[in-house]
C-alpha cells in the first residue's frame, strides 16, 4: 500500500468520479485507475462498485476510508512540522473552536501568539464540539477548544480544563424583562430560540428542561452563535448563552441570571493522544493555557 494510493482512493471517494478525481490529484484518469485497481489487489477487496457509470464506496471502501483521511492528514501534519524553521518563524495551526468562545476568549490569546509568532499562520473552524471533537479525532485540526464532558469520550484525545462559565438567559431589551432571576422552570413558558444540532448549549439546555420534567419549546432552530442573538433581538424568543458572549452583545439585548444553582459549562483544550502537536500548535497551547489561567 502507497502513500499516493491512499490519496488516489480518497479523491476519488469524495468525487465519486474517476475523472474529477484525477483532475484534483493532477495525475491522468488512467493512471489513477490503475493505482486504484492495484490497491484492491493488494488489499484483496473491491474498494469502489462501478455498476453502470456510478461511482460508490463498497463495504470495504468504507472501511478504508477513514483510516485513509486519519493517515493522509497525519503525513500533512507531519510536513508541516518538518518544514517549520528554527524559532517558530513559518507555520501553520489549525484551531477549532465554539462560536461563543471565537468571540469571547480566542481574540485576545490569538492576539498574544500573533505578536509572539506573526509568521505562523492561524487556520480557525468555529463549530460545536461535536464536530470538533470528530475532527479533531481524524487529523482534521491540531488544537480544538471543546465543552466537557465530551460527547463522545474517547482515549485517543486528551483534554485540559481551562475554566468554567456561566450560563445566563437573554432577551430582547425591547420586550417584557422575564423573572430575575430565571429558573429553568420558568422557561416552559417561554418560547426558546435554540441552536442547531452539535452544539453542546442545545444539549445542555435541552437537558437541564427535561430535568425539571418538560419539553422547551422552540420558535426558532438551527442558528449559529450571531444568527441566535440576531433571532433574540428581533423577539423571537429568549436563549441560553454563555456569559462571556453577552459582554459584547449591545444594549439592545436584555441579560438575566439563572437561579442557583444555575447552569454552568467546563471549557477545555483538547488535542489527539496519538500524535503530538505539531511545534507551532504547542506554542499556541502554552498561550492559551496561561491566559487562560
Known amino acids: 500500500m502507497q502513500f499516493h494510493q491512499l490519496l488516489y482512493f480518497v479523491a476519488v471517494a469524495e468525487t465519486s468520479h474517476f475523472t474529477h478525481a484525477a483532475e484534483q490529484v493532477h495525475v491522468a484518469q488512467p493512471s489513477l485507475s490503475q493505482q486504484i485497481r492495484a490497491l484492491e489487489k493488494e488489499l484483496g477487496a473491491e474498494l469502489f462498485s462501478r455498476a453502470r457509470g456510478n461511482v460508490s464506496l463498497t463495504e470495504a471502501g468504507q472501511a478504508l476510508l477513514p483510516l485513509a483521511r486519519r493517515i493522509l492528514a497525519d503525513a ?14 513559518r507555520g501553520r495551526v489549525r484551531l477549532g473552536a465554539p462560536p461563543s468562545l471565537c468571540t469571547g476568549l480566542l481574540p485576545d490569546v490569538l492576539r498574544a501568539f500573533h ?13 460545536g464540539s461535536h464536530d470538533l471533537v470528530r475532527n479533531l479525532a481524524r487529523g482534521a485540526l491540531d488544537l480544538a477548544l471543546v465543552v466537557l464532558p465530551l460527547p463522545t469520550p474517547s482515549p ?13 438567559v437573554v432577551s430582547s431589551a425591547a420586550g417584557p424583562a422575564p423573572r430575575r432571576p430565571v429558573r429553568i422552570a420558568d422557561l416552559q413558558d417561554e418560547p426558546l430560540v435554540m441552536f442547531r444540532h452539535g452544539y453542546d ?55 438575566t441570571a439563572l437561579a442557583k444553582p444555575g447552569l454552568r459549562r467546563t471549557i477545555a483544550l483538547a488535542h489527539r493522544s496519538d500524535v503530538a502537536p505539531p511545534r507551532a500548535a504547542r506554542e499556541l497551547q502554552r498561550v492559551i493555557l496561561a491566559r487562560a489561567r
Open 76 to 89: 500533512e501534519t507531519a510536513r508541516h512540522e518538518v518544514q517549520e524553521l528554527a524559532q517558530l518563524r
Open 201 to 255: 448549549l442545545r444539549e445542555l439546555t435541552v437537558a437541564a428542561c427535561r430535568a425539571e420534567g418538560f419539553d422547551p419549546s422552540f420558535t426558532v432552530e438551527g442558528g449559529e452563535m450571531d444568527a441566535v442573538l440576531g433571532f433574540v433581538r428581533a423577539g423571537l424568543g429568549v436563549a441560553v448563552v454563555p456569559s462571556m458572549v453577552v459582554a459584547l452583545a449591545g444594549r439592545d439585548l436584555r441579560v
Open 115 to 127: 505578536d509572539l509568532y506573526p509568521g505562523i499562520e492561524l487556520l480557525i473552524e468555529e463549530s
Open 156 to 168: 485517543a484525545l486528551t483534554t485540559v480544563e481551562l475554566l468554567q462559565e456561566d450560563l445566563v
